[in-house]
């Protein structure tokens, strides 16, 4: 067939049943399509549903649901999001705290993922804040960084089978660094924080990268080797990630905010990131499981 509909859930909190996948089934056969049978990926956690024909919207208590072209699916290039996706932080916001700017800067931060104000504007006023801050403190800030779940698995198993994967933020080099070396990530990209060896300047050095620069890494990635960008999968939650998230074969909306997700057809609000594994088709037996930092 065609098409299929990826059924997911939390894999901690596995919410997929027969019922659940009967209701899928129904919903898409009232919406016109015909189905085939289910396909389990992982008992529990992650279901193929084969279809041709529409596809009508599909709501599950406790999973997501997303349709993609059955062809083509596993991609040979992940471009990731740092913050917020592949970490629970956003690390500007912790640089913040020291400060006692969290607050301000968090508010900030909000309006800038969800697309409200010019991302970089936005980078430029949060690092001014930041002027003068203790070199010291970056180690500090490290110390706090909370590793998503399945982001290890994720990387992993995509390298086994091939795949390029790279981290490219709107954060700073400081810390995609150490998310590249902890996670096993290829490659990274992300603004430099400009200090003299002490204290922070409060400025970054130039051009600062935001959305245009991601969409240009993903472009440049794959012409590196070989590839366009229907053969990528990228992921990201915020404004920012929007580009690289339409102009690759599958974006990703994770987790992301509400302007995001409603722009972006792959959206996974429940499960974790082997979800992007999943929706390539992986099944649990495939994976390169590894703990998560």
Request: with cysteine; charged share 20%; aromatic share 4%.
């Amino acid at each position: 067939m065609k098409n299929v509909l990826v059924l997911i859930s939390d894999p901690t909190r596995p919410a997929l049943n027969d019922a659940l996948v009967a209701s899928a089934t129904d919903t898409l056969r009232a919406g016109g399509a015909t189905v085939g049978a289910p396909d389990w990926l992982a008992p529990g956690i992650a279901c193929d549903l084969p279809f041709d024909g529409p596809t009508a919207p599909v709501d599950l208590a406790g999973a997501d649901a997303v349709a993609l072209p059955s062809g083509g699916r596993r991609k040979r290039l992940l471009v990731a999001d740092m913050e917020s996706t592949m970490i629970h932080n956003e690390m500007l916001d912790e640089l913040a705290d020291f400060l006692g700017l969290r607050e301000k800067i968090a508010g900030i931060t909000a309006r800038a993922m969800n697309g409200e104000i010019d991302f970089a504007g936005a980078l430029t006023e949060r690092v001014g804040l930041l002027r003068g801050l203790s070199v010291a403190k970056l180690d500090e800030a490290a110390t706090r960084i909370r590793y998503m779940p399945g982001g290890a698995t994720l990387i992993a198993t995509m390298k086994k089978h091939g795949a390029h994967c790279a981290l490219v933020s709107g954060g700073f080099t400081y810390f995609t660094a150490m998310v590249r070396r902890t996670l096993g990530f290829d490659f990274d990209a992300a603004n430099v924080l400009v200090h003299d060896g002490k204290t922070l300047s409060g400025t970054v050095e130039p051009p600062i990268l935001g959305k245009e620069a991601k969409l240009a890494a993903l472009q440049r990635l794959a012409g590196e080797r070989g590839l366009t960008a229907a053969d990528a999968i990228t992921v990201g939650d915020g404004a920012n990630d929007l580009p690289m998230l339409q102009a690759a074969g599958l974006g990703v909306a994770f987790h992301a905010k509400p302007t995001v997700a409603a722009q972006v057809a792959a959206r996974i609000g429940h499960g974790d990131l082997t979800a992007l594994l999943y929706l390539q088709g992986y099944r649990r037996s495939d994976f390169e499981e590894r703990k998560d930092p």
